[in-house]
């Protein structure tokens, strides 16, 4: 049985960039991973990256000329053909980086507790096991399949990672769930040519978000014939119909395929955590401390697995908490954090930091805001000023509290709002800043000049 310093279960983000750093202080590293698909983790392999670049092809003008749904179904095949080329080599250089390291092993299979220290390892040809010093659970998140009758044998069935597997363009898609994926498949398909109709449980539209900004998007969705039906439960699926309880009403509708975009869940499935003493939270996630420990010694969790934010940018924020740890003075863990940026890659952009008006109020604070629509030279220059801004600051310290951005290319502008917040500057410190011109991020001097 080998031993070594480390062994880190799941090629994600933040666990092989911790494997790597450790390997090169001298560490003797063990990285496992269940599937040859999968180095380099989800947002590589299934997630951001294939994701986006559909979202980026799919937006291209020439699918603005095509005629018919068959050239937008012979267009659509070459691009998923494409993505596929693309990940391979995306997946190729993330296994490389680490494999060229002689301090790491990398097992591919799936692993499982035997005990604190020992893990087993199934793969195609054998079963092993292996001792590490320190275990680091980096699995992902999974895709959350509703027990709704007759979902799971439906042939039409798809979760956001399979449907980017499928080759034929579907006339028409019907997504169950309208949260940030949902809308994300809602207007990449939308543009790819397919009639879109998105079930959402909630009477709300994007209901965590600031209701002005949510009504924004809607509408600007709904123009470009994305169908929304709000407070939609979803009874059963026969086939290729979903039937669904609209006040009262028992409605059915009919697609050529059907997302399920409910959310993802920690990928806790065959880790056999309980051999470890490893305990769950009620959510079914990795319970951690501050600094990512798990509630046995010598065991930690990175990114999704333990819950919150399921962001690969956060999942790497996870990799210095412990470095941090391991090598640092242990001065950074999730209290120093603050508030983490998220995009929604539709079009335009919707983006987001900190609280929204009524979280503030909600926690106390006297507010003030700035409001103004998505209006400059450069929106002007690309000819899309569809859109809506909101800030929002602390009356009495004028700490920016958070932003609302709903315009083209708010996932850059969105950052400097962050940094101006994670560093505890005024608002006044993005009124007065100097931006280049013409671009995006000179709406803040706009938009921050608005507080009085």
């Not at 179904?73 to 060229?100: H, M, P, Q, T, W």
């Not at 169908?227 to 509708?253: H, M, P, R, S």
């Not at 941090?324 to 983006?351: C, H, M, W």
């Not at 106390?364 to 569809?386: C, E, L, Q, S």
Request: hydrophobic residues 40%; contains cysteine; glycine residues 10%.
């Amino acid at each position: 049985m080998k031993n070594y310093d480390a062994v880190v279960i799941g090629f994600g983000k933040g666990g092989k960039t911790l494997a790597g750093e450790m390997a090169d202080k001298g560490w003797k590293v063990a990285v496992i991973e269940k599937s040859d698909k999968m180095y380099g983790g989800t947002c590589i392999n299934v997630g951001c990256i294939p994701t986006k670049y559909l979202i980026n092809e799919a937006a291209k003008n020439k699918f603005r000329k095509l005629n018919s749904f068959e050239e937008y179904a012979e267009e659509y095949k070459n691009i998923i053909e494409n993505k596929g080329e693309l990940i391979s080599l995306f997946r190729k250089k993330n296994f490389d980086s680490l494999d060229v390291k002689e301090n790491i092993d990398i097992y591919t299979g799936e692993g499982s507790f035997v005990d604190a220290k020992t893990i087993e390892i199934k793969s195609k040809e054998e079963t092993i096991q292996i001792k590490g010093d320190k275990i680091f659970i980096n699995t992902g998140a999974e895709s959350i399949i509703p027990p709704i009758k007759g979902l799971r044998e439906s042939k039409y069935m798809y979760d956001s990672e399979a449907v980017m597997e499928l080759k034929e363009l579907p006339e028409k898609l019907i997504i169950i769930g309208g949260g940030y994926i949902g809308l994300e498949y809602a207007n990449m398909y939308n543009n790819f040519g397919s009639e879109v109709v998105v079930l959402e449980g909630s009477p709300l539209f994007i209901a965590r978000e600031d209701r002005e900004i949510a009504d924004e998007i809607k509408k600007v969705m709904e123009r470009k014939g994305i169908k929304f039906v709000l407070g939609a439960k979803v009874t059963e699926v026969e086939e290729n119909i979903v039937k669904y309880e609209k006040d009262g009403t028992i409605e059915e509708i009919a697609g050529n395929a059907i997302l399920v975009a409910v959310g993802r869940k920690p990928n806790v499935k065959g880790l056999k955590l309980e051999n470890a003493g490893v305990k769950l939270t009620e959510r079914g996630a990795i319970a951690v401390d501050d600094y990512l420990h798990t509630s046995v010694e010598g065991i930690w969790a990175i990114g999704d697995v333990h819950g919150g934010l399921q962001f690969t940018y956060t999942s790497l924020d996870d990799y210095r908490i412990i470095f941090d740890e391991l090598f640092g003075n242990k001065k950074y863990s999730l209290k120093e954090r603050g508030a983490v940026p998220y995009t929604v890659f539709i079009e335009p952009q919707f983006s987001r930091v900190g609280m929204t008006e009524e979280e503030a109020i909600q926690q106390g604070y006297k507010v003030k805001t700035a409001k103004m629509g998505a209006v400059n030279p450069r929106m002007k220059i690309y000819g899309d000023t569809d859109g809506l801004i909101k800030a929002v600051v602390d009356a009495e310290t004028g700490k920016i509290l958070g932003a609302s951005l709903f315009f083209r290319q708010s996932g850059e502008v969105i950052n400097s709002i962050s940094l101006a917040m994670m560093a505890e500057k005024d608002y006044t410190f993005l009124r007065d800043g100097i931006f280049t011109h013409p671009t995006m991020s000179e709406t803040l001097n706009e938009l921050f000049s608005l507080i009085k």
